[in-house]
């Protein structure tokens, strides 16, 4: 244990779950899966374009071996998570509900590599060549939004980055997967910290980590020296992870309304895209595995596991010694933001990073009233947005109305549902009224 | 006398500016006058007036103007009877225009009592927005959600939501496409009035992965293509369809000889069915 201190600092607004659930599975190691005798891997698992198939049924892979390329430049190419053979090509239910194109890849139980990438010596690489092989292997956005990595990493030359920063939030409830990932692999983090750093030409590279995971956070401070990369403590309040909050916490600067990240000068990558990118360039590793809280109160050993792509969430609830109750919801992600499922049919894919069951006592059916003008979605909304007035206008179809008070910056956090007493549904307001402002603008 | 002189100033001031300015509105409105033709007013009025939109114009009047300029055929208002076409037709001494009434038809069986699986939903009540929702409550991914969405978009009242299924009335349903453009699966389509049969699902998904979900799926069976003449249905993956394109659409008959196995193949009075077999429940009930 270090005797180095660090300051710790916060965001304006959020909230704080009471109960954060993460004792559960906190002080449970990452655990390797077995391998096991099918994998469905479904075809996009990134934001944007869709990857193009390679393989048909019938066809012999190798792990690792690309089974699908990138389809554009704001797209990822796919890999197999196990060698063996295409069983078929199908329709699996997807994370959103719509039924998605999966490759069924039956394992032959060798596990054996393909062809991997050549390692590379990241010191005497240049950035260009860094962000091709982030993009080679596959590597998008770990912490759940899955957007391409190395977009994030490409700004335009306009665009002067000063500050790189590593999410180590994980202000979600329940979700302890990056904890211990910082834990356990932590100079695998402050690596791909420095090599990201390094493709960017940063030189002010941080890790923001919840003052909750202390044991983390020294974990870091002891090493982080060694590759150049600061720790910040950050207060433990929801959502402290999201993007344009970590930025201002840590940074203290803010992201104009409608720009991204790089218009402040910063890029944010999680911690969990930091190790899979030392893999990548160090190993020549594609993104094939990703580590995955199992928990909530119905999972009988709530703990973390090292899954790959494709593992049917079933057989991961299987694996954490299945489920004590019935339980009365099925979430990919965490409470807050993950998605709620239909059934376990669902599959881990690159940014699930937990499976989360609530108990039925837990989900409790609200009817939602008239709002009551108290103003507590004010003072929790992160982007100091009017959650009430502006459920309000969407109610009543005014999207133009809407557009004005810029529910176009909502960040879906869900704070103000949360918080508000009359229970309404405000982010799925919020939701419809981004969607069709996306449609009309689109038109 | 004198103190009632400030009264007679006052009125006679009064009625001086009143006489000036008449004159002037009077002048004005001989010099700016604006020509309107008086066709225009007429076609309004013998339109039926829902300003619905359905004809593609901001409104009756507007469509109006357009029949008059010859834009448009008059029977290109979806909501006009065959009658008040034709006296648009015969006051502007124009072609009637060739007219196929169309109806809108919901592409969906699964009500509550079809559906297999039914998620908990504590949302808005709105097809849109409990379709961002994992897709919403429903098993399947391309039912009819319920919300009423189209029902609340209809300007005539055609849609009813019948037990957690949409249902168009052909009767009150004048074809002006709102509900189409409202639905957020596309479920909803124009179909001439004449059809009389439709495959009442919508899912291109493998029949077994319906039927897992919902008991009236189209399973694709192709007994309905073969019981029925060549061309009247289309078969596209996994799921039949009538061709309303065919120049003779499949009879009611259909029904009868297809012998459907899952019951999508229906007459188009399907929801007077859902109504009686509704008063029949009540009926035991009771």
């Known amino acids: 244990m270090t005797t180095k201190t660090y300051k710790t600092v916060t965001f304006k607004g959020g909230v704080h779950p009471a109960r954060d659930g993460k004792d559960l599975s906190r002080s449970a190691a990452i655990q390797e899966a077995p391998l096991l005798d099918e994998y469905q891997v479904i075809v996009q698992q990134n934001i944007g374009a869709p990857p193009k198939l390679l393989v048909k049924k019938g066809d012999e892979v190798k792990k690792g071996q690309m089974i699908a390329e990138a389809g554009g430049f704001v797209s990822v190419p796919l890999h197999s998570p196990t060698s063996g053979k295409v069983k078929n090509i199908d329709r699996i239910p997807g994370p959103m509900g719509v039924p998605t194109d999966a490759v069924i890849i039956t394992a032959d139980g060798k596990d054996e590599w393909g062809e991997l990438m050549p390692p590379l010596d990241w010191k005497n690489t240049d950035g260009a060549t860094l962000k091709k092989r982030i993009c080679d292997a596959g590597i998008v956005g770990m912490g759940g939004a899955a957007f391409p990595a190395h977009v994030k990493l490409s700004p335009p030359p306009d665009k002067k980055i000063d500050y790189l920063i590593l999410n180590g939030a994980e202000c979600e409830p329940y979700l302890t997967a990056d904890h211990r990932l910082m834990l356990e692999e932590t100079e695998k983090v402050l690596e791909g910290a420095a090599i990201l750093g390094h493709a960017l030409g940063v030189k002010n590279v941080f890790i923001g980590i919840e003052t909750n995971k202390e044991d983390a956070i020294h974990a870091l401070l002891d090493k982080c020296d060694a590759y150049g990369v600061g720790v910040v403590g950050l207060k433990v309040q929801y959502p402290q992870g999201a993007e344009k909050q970590l930025i201002y916490a840590v940074t203290g600067r803010k992201v104009p309304a409608g720009k991204l990240p790089m218009d402040a000068g910063c890029v944010v990558q999680n911690v969990g895209t930091a190790a899979a990118v030392t893999d990548a360039v160090k190993e020549g590793k594609p993104l094939i595995e990703r580590i995955t809280t199992v928990t909530g109160e119905p999972i009988k050993n709530p703990s973390n596991w090292r899954f790959r792509l494709g593992t049917p969430v079933s057989r991961a609830i299987e694996l954490a010694g299945g489920i004590t109750q019935e339980p009365g919801k099925i979430i990919l992600g965490g409470p807050m933001m993950g998605f709620a499922q239909k059934s376990m049919d669902v599959t881990v894919m690159k940014n699930t990073s937990g499976i989360l069951l609530l108990e039925k006592s837990d989900v409790i059916q609200y009817q939602s009233t008239a709002c009551i003008r108290c103003g507590r979605c004010l003072s929790a909304c992160p982007m100091n947005l009017l959650p009430g007035s502006l459920s309000a206008a969407i109610e009543s179809e005014k999207f133009d109305l809407a557009a004005k008070m810029n529910v176009m910056d909502c960040i879906e956090c869900g704070s103000c549902a949360y918080i508000c007493p009359a229970h309404r549904p405000l982010v799925q307001h919020f939701r419809r009224a981004k969607a069709e402002i996306r449609n009309r603008s689109k038109k | ?286």
């Open chain 2, 1 to 286: 006398m004198e103190e009632y002189g400030i009264y007679i100033a006052a009125f006679a001031a009064m009625a001086i500016i009143g006489a000036v300015l008449g004159c002037i509105i009077g002048i004005a409105v001989k010099i700016f006058k604006v020509e309107v033709d008086p066709r225009i007013e007429l076609v309004t009025e013998l339109l039926p007036g829902a300003n619905c939109g359905g004809c593609g114009k901001a409104g009756c009047a507007d469509f109006a103007k357009s029949v008059v300029d010859g834009e448009n055929a008059p029977n290109k208002c979806p909501v006009a009877s065959q009658e008040q076409v034709a006296a648009i037709a015969q006051a502007l001494g124009v072609e009637l225009g060739e007219s196929m009434k169309k109806v809108a038809v919901v592409f969906c069986g699964g009500d509550k009592n079809q559906e297999k699986v039914q998620t908990l939903y504590n949302g808005v009540s709105d097809c849109i927005s409990a379709s961002l929702i994992a897709g919403g409550p429903k098993g399947c991914a391309y039912g009819c959600l319920g919300m009423s969405s189209c029902a609340r978009a209809c300007p005539f009242g055609a849609i009813e939501i019948i037990n957690g299924l949409a249902v168009v009335h052909p009767n009150l349903c004048v074809g002006c496409g709102k509900c189409v453009d409202t639905c957020p699966r596309d479920l909803i389509k124009l179909v001439p009035v004449d059809a009389k049969v439709h495959i009442y699902c919508s899912s291109p998904e493998k029949g077994a992965v319906k039927m897992k979900v919902c008991s009236v799926p189209c399973i694709a069976c192709r007994k309905c293509v073969k019981a029925a003449e060549e061309g009247q249905f289309d078969v596209k993956g996994f799921l039949v369809g009538v061709n309303y394109d065919a120049e003779k659409l499949p009879e009611a008959d259909i029904v009868e000889k297809a012998k459907c196995p899952t019951g999508c193949l229906l007459t188009a009075d399907k929801h007077v069915k859902i109504e009686e077999s509704e008063k029949k429940d009540k009926g035991e009930a009771a």
